[in-house]
């Protein structure tokens, strides 16, 4: 249960959608076969085409929540550079972007965040 039925076709789905800012975080709980996801973790930029947007990371590798988060973190911040210099948007240029279109949401007083956050 939660594995990929066809690797290969949902690798070549993470490629097309590689032209679109999106990061792709995949994490295996259990002890399960992820050779699958660790496959679809495997870009090779000399071979694939594309970009990397996939992450796997293995919960069970984790001893902490800090760890985790970091880990799967630590791919989206070069992936979202990637997208935009790809793209020829360069830091700094004026995209049409105002501070009144910001909107800032209350936060969530959801109880299950309060006790992943610890």
């Known amino acids: ?27 295996g709980i259990g002890e399960a076969d992820f ?8 870009f090779d930029p000399s071979t694939d085409r594309g970009r990397d947007i ?9 001893k902490s929540y800090n760890a985790l988060t970091e880990a799967v973190l630590d791919e989206i911040p070069d992936q979202l550079v990637n ?17 009144d279109m910001v909107e800032v949401q209350e936060a969530d007083d959801d109880e299950r965040t309060f006790t992943f956050l610890g």
């Open 1 to 27: 249960a939660g594995n990929v039925e066809n690797v290969q076709e949902t690798k070549d789905q993470l490629i097309e959608a590689s032209n679109d800012p999106l990061s792709v975080v995949i994490v």
């Open 35 to 42: 050779s699958g996801m660790e496959f679809l973790d495997n």
């Open 54 to 62: 996939t992450k796997f990371v293995r919960f069970n590798d984790y």
């Open 83 to 99: 997208y935009y210099f790809d793209k020829g948007i360069m830091p700094g240029q004026d995209e049409g972007f105002s501070v």
